[in-house]
């Protein structure tokens, strides 16, 4: 079994920071890429950005500049630091891995409960 575990989250004034983390454990042959998305009710789950193992990053266009990605391969963990917040950055946080726990080149996205920010104006 793979575990995904966030945490981090919480109510911040706009403007302000949060740095969430997430940690991947159990039964990991590797781990390929890492990433937060969100989610709004109603609205469908969004990537906020990834990492991949070789450093590789990606970002939503309306976080960039302002959240950075970064990343423990040593403890399978990634870290999402959010500056700059905004009331329209609210929504639950989502870390996905993805990771084979065989050697088998079969891959497989483990998500984590989520984490909620919440960003006050």
């Known amino acids: 079994q793979v575990q995904v575990v966030e945490s981090g989250g919480g109510l911040v004034q706009a403007g302000g920071s949060l740095r969430l983390s997430c940690t991947a454990s159990?039964?990991?042959?590797?781990?390929?890429?890492m990433g937060w998305y969100r989610q709004v009710p109603g609205n469908q789950r969004e990537l906020v950005a990834s990492?991949?193992?070789?450093?590789?990053?990606n970002y939503a266009d309306s976080v960039k500049g302002r959240f950075t990605i970064s990343r423990d391969n040593g403890k399978n963990t990634v870290y999402l630091q959010m500056n700059s917040l905004r009331p329209e950055d609210t929504a639950v946080y989502y870390c996905?891995?993805?990771?084979?726990?065989?050697?088998?080149?079969?891959?497989?996205?483990?998500w984590g409960q989520g984490t909620q920010v919440t960003v006050s104006s």
């Open positions: 990492i991949t193992s070789g450093g590789r990053t």
């Open positions: 159990g039964s990991i042959f590797s781990v390929d890429s």
């Open positions: 996905n891995a993805r990771l084979r726990t065989t050697f088998r080149n079969v891959y497989s996205d483990h």
